[in-house]
């Protein structure tokens, strides 16, 4: 199995920054795609970014100039720079990552648990 822990999440006032960064960790043999996604109050979860293992990166088009993905690969790790924070910012963002076991090798996709972010007018 594969765990995701997301971490940075928080309070911070409009056009403020944030980090969040997600660290997949247990029986890992690859992983593939990672991403960020966000779900606010409701609403349908939806698509911020997502990057490959080559680093290849896409963006919601509303997000682009704002947001940046990355990742570490020696660290099993992705990262999401949020700059200029608006209100409608404000949701729970969920960590997602296609990953290869060590087990059975085969791919599987994986969520973490979600981390708040809530920006403030």
């Known amino acids: 199995q594969v765990q995701l822990v997301e971490s940075g999440g928080g309070l911070v006032q409009a056009g403020g920054s944030l980090r969040l960064s997600c660290a997949a960790s247990g029986s890992i043999f690859s992983i593939g795609v990672m991403g960020w996604y966000r779900q606010a109050p409701g609403k349908q979860r939806e698509l911020v970014a997502s990057i490959t293992s080559g680093g290849s990166t896409n963006y919601a088009d509303s997000l682009k100039g704002r947001f940046t993905i990355s990742r570490d690969n020696a660290k099993n790790t992705v990262y999401l720079q949020m700059n200029s924070l608006k209100p409608e910012d404000t949701a729970v963002y969920y960590c997602?990552?296609?990953?290869?076991?060590?087990?059975?090798?085969?791919?599987?996709?994986?969520w973490g648990q979600g981390t708040q972010v809530t920006v403030s007018s």
């Open positions: 997602n990552a296609d990953a290869q076991t060590v087990v059975w090798y085969s791919w599987d996709n994986y």
